[in-house]
């Protein structure tokens, strides 16, 4: 399977019956990412995540008070 990375637009061929390519096929909202790309955004995560300003927001449950 020939996929497209979406932030450096190079092209590469998966193994197309790999659970990767299974997703992209399936549910067209995942993104696939070389791993040139993948390895960069890692990499500038855990350094924003070090500065103590990275903050993964949770979201809210709400009670249901019939339960």
Do not use: P, W
């Not at 990412?33 to 993964?56: D, I, P």
């Amino acid at each position: 399977m020939r996929v497209k990375c979406v932030i450096c637009d190079s092209i590469e061929s998966i193994d197309s019956n790999s659970l990767q390519a299974k997703r992209l096929r399936n549910r067209r909202i995942h993104m696939y990412l070389c791993q040139t790309c993948y390895a960069r955004v890692e990499k500038n995560t855990k350094k924003r995540h070090a500065t103590g300003n990275f903050r993964l927001y949770k979201e809210k449950k709400k009670n249901n008070s019939l339960i």
